[in-house]
């Protein structure tokens, strides 16, 4: 966490109160008073900066398509589908919605949200542990299922609604393991075992393509192609099996947001694909928003200590080890301006828990007049803020979510 430089706060937060309308809900007073009984942090999004950061997403996709024309990566059809648990807010879903084509849901609880509010659009559902109950529902409410396990695969073969598919909406796709530790997704060797009878066969020949997620923060050009040529014998057994001529395959990256330093992304040629959907949460939502929390009291150990009404229970996202706090500035903010000093102080920033742990990022200089009633602000904390934390930890307040244009 490193102190905000002299720029102002419009360079610094990409968002100046000077640019906000003066309309009801869009003032510094309004935000203050929205907070302020009970005292309460705000979660803070802006919807310009989840469009562009969508954007510029599709426009990285995009580019990695082959320049062959002859190349079935370059006429294939590309799909950018939002991961709903990297933020389930419904202000931010109804501002992608609008530049994504589609969402990738883990739950069913996210399942039934995206199938109400966006009916339209194309959903994918993945995550592990699915039941029979969720399968049978998923069946008419989500386009591509992604089965984890012989049981969800089994569970399918014997429900009516993939079997005979009156009112079926739903294809069906394999999720691949990566890795012989990983809980996610299925073997080769339990693939095998899915297509040794008849009946598994047949439900087989139902789907369309596979699905791996290259993990947490991982992604590199390097883990992609080796994840691309770890799973050949699945993809190539695929193709056999089900007599498919193309696959649809669906691939979490797992892109970082911060600095937007991608490797360049190229997609293979060596099999036939009909459809790539890509995935992606944290680098479309980390960066555009904000999280202000009112200091409630000020304290002097060794270094200074700040305690914030909010903290790490509405932040956990800041807590990946590799780009949590990276990008995580801090800025004091007093009667709705800036506080910008010269006079700066070492300090510790501790939420409300009642808990050593709870320290939002290492030690920032902030300035030495700091006092109770004043706020600070946090960037870059757009992911796994509320979706990832312990935010019924001794029932403190919830923040207010605040949308901006």
Known sequence: MNQADALGTKEFFRLNSARWPNLPGQSWADFSSATKSPLRPGLMFSKSKLQESAQAWRQYLQSARPAQENASASSSQLRCLYSVKAQPELAVLKSLAQVVDGFDVSS??????????????????????????????????????HLESREEAWACRSLAEFAVGKNRRAKLSLRLC???????????????????????????????????????????????????????????????????????????LGLPSFGKTWDQLRLPTNLPVSTWNFEAGRCVVQDAALYWAPIVAVKQRQERVVIIEGGTQH?????????????????????????????????????????????????????????????????????????????????????????MP
């Not at 542990?129 to 399968?135: E, I, P, R, S």
């Not at 910008?340 to 290492?362: F, H, I, K, W």
């Not at 600070?376 to 979510?401: D, H, K, M, T, W």
Request: hydrophobic fraction near 40%.
């Open 108 to 145: 069913r609880h996210e399942l039934e949200l995206i199938h109400r509010e966006f009916p339209k659009h194309f959903i994918s559902y993945t995550g592990p542990g699915k039941t029979d109950d969720d399968l049978r529902f998923a069946s008419g409410a989500a386009d591509l299922i």
């Open 315 to 403: 932040l956990s996202g800041i807590l990946s080890p590799v780009y949590g706090s990276q990008g995580l500035r801090v800025q004091a903010w007093r009667d709705g301006q800036a506080v910008n000093s010269t006079e700066l102080v070492r300090t510790q920033v501790y939420g409300s828990l009642c808990m050593a742990q709870d320290r939002v990022g290492p030690p920032v200089d902030l300035p030495r007049d700091l006092r109770a009633g004043d706020w600070l602000g946090f960037s870059s904390v757009g992911a796994y803020n509320l979706s990832a934390s312990a935010v019924e930890f001794i029932s403190r307040p919830r923040p207010v979510i605040w949308m």
């Open 178 to 252: 990566l890795a012989p530790d990983s809980k996610l997704g299925l073997s080769e060797v339990e693939i095998e075992e899915l297509i040794q009878t008849d009946d598994q066969l047949r439900l087989m020949q139902q789907i369309v393509g596979a699905h791996w997620y290259l993990g947490r923060e991982a992604y590199s050009a390097k883990t992609f192609e080796e994840a691309w040529l770890r799973n050949q014998a699945s993809l190539q057994r695929l193709l056999s099996v089900t007599k498919l001529t193309s696959l649809e395959l669906s691939i979490g």
